[in-house]
């Protein structure tokens, strides 16, 4: 696909995030399979439903524009997936595991967000309010997924005067606390 306006470049970047989508949907089965921790294993089974409904808002979006729903690979997400495997397949750790599972559902979490708050401000500049509405709408859950995982990781700590100091005396951000 050539890429010469901001229409092909929105239309590219639903292709995109509709393969990262179900490309997320296969893999957390066996993410939710390999948690221990049962708040774990119930946000990523909430967030496998609701992926479930992102694919079919974004086939919803596909049909406003009178386009065929076809995705386009994301190496993006293929990268963070294989990531997953690979360390699922490296960690014997429980707890080890679920922070790692933690820390891998963030990083997707974080790619999908800044997908989708993209699409929703070329959607509302391109004229497509009803496509902006559902892609904000998947835009709030994945915000609201990245939120569960970050509880979930400070949860996990121990007391914050055994980690080390954050630069700047700040806290540490919720991905290095899903480290222990």
């Keep these: 696909m050539t890429i010469e306006t901001l229409d092909d470049l929105f239309l590219h970047t639903l292709k995109d995030v509709l393969y990262a989508e179900r490309k997320v949907l296969k893999a957390l089965p066996a993410m939710e399979r390999k948690a221990t921790d049962p708040k774990l294993k119930e946000a ?45 397949a490296d960690i014997a750790d429980a707890e080890t595991m679920d922070a790692a599972l933690i820390s891998l559902a963030q990083a997707v979490e974080h790619y999908e967000i800044a997908r989708y708050g993209t699409l929703v401000a070329w959607a509302r500049k391109l004229g497509h309010p009803k496509a902006a509405k559902l ?30 100091a ?14 222990r």
């Excluded at 386009?67 to 963070?80: E, I, N, Y």
């Excluded at 005396?169 to 290095?176: E, F, I, K, W």
């Design 166 to 179: 954050a630069p700047h005396g700040g806290r540490p951000c919720a991905g290095a606390a899903s480290l």
């Design 44 to 88: 990523l089974s909430s967030h496998r439903d609701e992926t479930e409904d992102h694919v079919v808002r974004l086939e919803e979006v596909f049909e406003i524009l009178g386009k065929p729903a076809r995705g386009a690979k994301c190496d993006a997400v293929v990268g963070l997936v294989e990531e997953a495997e690979g360390l699922m």
């Design 135 to 164: 892609l904000k709408e998947t835009l709030d859950q994945e915000y609201g997924a990245d939120r569960t995982l970050s509880k979930l990781a400070e949860g996990r700590l121990q007391p914050e005067a055994h980690l080390p």
